[in-house]
């Protein structure tokens, strides 16, 4: 019996227009009459399996790209103490117990943030992992000390103590936290006596979709794109955007009415070369967003590490609303990266008074705060929480929190960040374009054949 299988309407409708193929085209390449308006709830069309992959060759894809998502996206998900606990498993390195993992919730397909029990003793150097591509956020959540190793050779920018937080006044901002660059191997152990766990985010990096596709490339095209881009961060994208739009030195400085040798000092590696307003001339001669152009300002160490002790935090402490908020680690270079400590001490029930443009993760640390949030149906659910209870909040979900209690956030902007932002910052008509993309089903305008 040929199994049944279900093709997601939107995306078939997206590669349909995208591929300039009809309804009447499918028929004559596949033998397949489509039928667009006879599909299920939700938007998905059953078609047999040897009908799908038929489908899929003639739209030039593979057949996963037509398969249907995970389903709608729930407002939140919560998490007790207890079922974080079930996730536990225990990790072996350098021939010990060297971790306890815990991961805490998210949609299906989603990354999460996990805790980690560090149990590589303080008497024996933490044997490093090999590094990773997805940036992570790090936060020492106690209540003991941790030393922090990322590096063959014991220095002081490899081989750190992220501190747990003993100042009264102050409990609920908890420990050090870090900001950890691609491929940085990386490792700990304990600094004392005192147990301790950390919170960490290992985060979706926006180089994966890209490095994914160059798996494919020629070896020599990698090693061209890799040596082009090692020229330097500005004048990298200089050079790859003139070589693009067929402009050399001569041609641009009188083109873009700059001299000559500033953008050949800029193609050099000088930063200053170009002042913002010539970077403004140049990006609209050659078609880019001039602020690529710009010198990235990056807030890290000579290892790639951006850090924020908890003094730092204590003295970023504000109002927010009817929060107490304090800052973790965060830096321009990983902008999708956000961590925030969130005290909360107000008995009435809480206004729907959070709002993020990204997914949340909530970690409760201290005191029994009470969550509400905002479901799709439009009611409003409340769930009580204790320490360790952890919450996952989806984008544009208005949410907040009651009761007296002490959390910690994260998010990574998966699916909606830094590059969307960048995008929709572009987007011609954006709410009309905005508007017709959600659940699109129209076609681009053709006749059906008579």
């Given at each position: ?8 309407l ?18 004559d390449?596949?033998?397949?009459k ?12 059953a ?19 037509l ?36 991961s805490l ?15 590589c003793?303080?008497d024996r150097?933490?044997?490093l ?8 956020i ?18 002081e920018?490899n ?11 102050h409990e ?6 870090y900001l950890e ?9 304990l600094?004392?006596?005192e ?21 494919d490339?020629?070896d020599g ?5 890799v040596?082009?881009?090692?020229a330097g961060?500005?004048?990298a ?5 003139m ?7 001569r ?15 800029c193609?050099?590696g000088?930063?200053?070369a ?9 990006g ?19 290892i ?27 830096a ?11 005290a909360?001490?107000?008995?009435e029930r809480?206004?729907?008074d959070l ?8 970690l ?19 769930q009580p ?12 979900v ?9 959390l ?13 932002h ?6 011609v008509h954006?709410?009309?374009?905005l ?8 076609d681009?305008?053709?006749?059906p054949?008579?």
């Amino acid at each position: 019996m040929t199994a049944t299988v279900s093709v997601d309407l939107y995306k078939l409708m997206h590669w349909l227009n995208a591929r300039k193929l009809t309804p009447d085209h499918v028929l004559d390449l596949t033998g397949i009459k489509l039928d667009l308006g006879a599909g299920e709830a939700g938007g998905r069309l059953a078609l047999p399996e040897p009908e799908l992959r038929r489908l899929a060759a003639a739209l030039d894809i593979a057949p996963a790209q037509l398969a249907p998502g995970a389903g709608r996206t729930p407002a939140a998900i919560f998490q007790s103490r207890a079922e974080t606990e079930a996730t536990r498993r225990a990790v072996r390195r350098d021939g010990i117990h060297f971790y306890n993992y815990y991961s805490l919730p998210a949609p299906s397909g989603h990354i999460a943030p996990v805790i980690l029990d560090i149990l590589c003793p303080a008497d024996r150097l933490p044997q490093l992992n090999n590094g990773h591509l997805e940036p992570a956020i790090t936060v020492n959540i106690g209540p003991g000390d941790i030393h922090g190793r990322w590096g063959t050779e014991i220095t002081e920018l490899n081989w750190a103590v992220l501190r747990a937080n003993r100042s009264a006044g102050h409990e609920w901002i908890i420990g050090d936290s870090y900001l950890e660059p691609s491929y940085r191997p990386h490792s700990y152990s304990l600094a004392g006596d005192e147990s301790a766990r950390i919170i960490s985010y290992t985060a979706k990096s926006n180089l994966h979709a890209l490095l994914t596709l160059a798996n494919d490339w020629p070896d020599g095209s990698y090693d061209r794109f890799v040596a082009d881009w090692s020229a330097g961060d500005q004048a990298a994208m200089l050079g790859i955007a003139m070589a693009r739009r067929a402009y050399g030195p001569r041609a641009l400085a009188a083109a873009a009415d700059v001299p000559r040798d500033a953008v050949e000092r800029c193609l050099a590696g000088d930063r200053d070369a170009l002042d913002t307003a010539a970077l403004r001339r140049v990006g609209a001669l050659l078609g880019v967003d001039h602020r690529l152009l710009l010198p990235p300002e990056p807030l890290h160490d000579e290892i790639g590490k951006t850090w924020c002790t908890i003094e730092r935090g204590i003295a970023s402490v504000r109002e927010f609303g009817g929060y107490r908020a304090a800052s973790m680690a965060g830096a321009p270079q990983l902008p999708d990266l956000v961590g925030l400590y969130l005290a909360v001490d107000r008995e009435e029930r809480a206004p729907l008074d959070l709002f993020d443009h990204g997914a949340s993760h909530f970690l409760v640390t201290r005191g029994t705060p009470t969550a509400w949030w905002t479901e799709p149906d439009g009611t409003v659910r409340e769930q009580p929480l204790v320490p360790d209870d952890s919450l996952w909040v989806a984008p544009c979900v208005a949410h907040g929190f009651s009761g007296a209690g002490a959390l910690i956030k994260l998010g990574n902007g998966e699916g909606y960040g830094y590059l969307e932002h960048l995008e929709l910052n572009h987007t011609v008509h954006r709410e009309a374009t905005l508007r017709r993309a959600r659940r699109d089903r129209a076609d681009w305008g053709y006749e059906p054949a008579t």
